[in-house]
């Protein structure tokens, strides 16, 4: 396997491990062909020899042939047309938005809400299967408080002579709590933060870097902007929101805030008919999508 040319450019999509042929195959033998043609040879005229010595031998002996095994016949067996019905029949829609419903009622952050563990522990034992509740010691962290807010520069310094900030803009980091769906107004409801985010209070000018994919921060580079010290705001798409963290950290970028841009909600719109929901497979415009920052292509999976 050869090794990979340091100017090749790659992205998100390149492979970890890539061949490269380098020059062409080299035949193992100088008279491969000779070989192969003798190998065929050989091999057909063993078949032929073999087949023309088991025919006799089968119309002597004259086996008769076995009667094919017919399954099980007690009273719990069941046929295959009933076996159909039952794979077809069995997930009942009205279960699916019961079970559905009751997930989604209340948090289901991990290492909280017990009651769904115990309640889901039940169901199975009500099937006859026996299931245990076993105890884990990870790495996780939950919410305590976020903040999110752009200052600008006053006019006049402040009697030190120093430069003078104030809040230009907040956002407020909340959902809309609609009267459709009660979940959303929860008291213990999950705040809008994303796992394995580092606790921290930054302050700093932002750059803009798209999407946040590996082009995107090249072009960046390029284009001799740095990113050191300073916030990357990426909006989601392109790819995972961990892996838009990591390039930025590795940038010398030392925060990064992710939003949803409404201009990738597509045709799905208010302003092109669709209802949003829940009413409507449109996205609600207060939303804020949540997941891990984790860094995926260092250590997938959660620690």
Not at 72 to 94: G, R
Not at 105 to 126: C, D, F, I, M
Request: proline residues 6%; negative net charge.
């Amino acid at each position: 396997m050869a090794r990979l040319d340091e100017k090749m450019e790659s992205n998100e999509r390149t492979p970890l491990i890539t061949t490269v042929q380098i020059r062409p195959a080299r035949p193992r033998y100088s008279h491969s062909t000779i070989r192969r043609f003798c190998t065929i040879a050989f091999c057909s005229t063993l078949l032929a020899a073999t087949i023309l010595f088991l025919i006799p031998l089968a119309l002597i002996t004259g086996h008769k042939e076995r009667e094919p095994k017919l399954p099980d016949q007690s009273s719990n067996a069941v046929t295959f047309k009933e076996l159909q019905e039952i794979l077809l029949d069995t997930p009942k829609e009205e279960k699916a938005q019961e079970w559905s419903k009751y997930y989604t009622a209340g948090p289901h952050l991990a290492g909280k809400n017990y009651s769904q563990v115990t309640w889901t522990q039940e169901r199975w034992e009500e099937f006859g299967i026996k299931a245990d509740i076993v105890a884990y010691d990870v790495y996780i962290n939950y919410p305590l408080g976020h903040r999110l807010a752009l200052y600008e520069k006053k006019e006049k310094k402040n009697s030190e002579g120093v430069d003078a900030w104030r809040v230009k803009f907040e956002a407020s980091l909340e959902e809309d709590v609609l009267e459709e769906d009660p979940t959303t107004g929860l008291q213990n409801r999950i705040p809008t933060f994303h796992g394995y985010s580092a606790s921290g209070n930054v302050t700093a000018p932002y750059v803009y870097v798209n999407y946040g994919t590996y082009q995107d921060f090249e072009d960046l580079v390029k284009a001799n902007i740095s990113l050191k010290g300073k916030i990357a705001l990426a909006r989601y798409g392109g790819v995972f929101r961990g892996l838009k963290v990591k390039r930025a950290q590795d940038l010398g970028a030392i925060g990064t805030v992710l939003f949803t841009d409404p201009g990738d909600d597509g045709g799905v719109t208010e302003e092109n008919g669709a209802e949003l929901y829940p009413e409507g497979p449109g996205r609600n415009p207060s939303s804020v999508q949540r997941g891990s920052a984790q860094f995926l292509s260092v250590a997938p999976g959660d620690p």
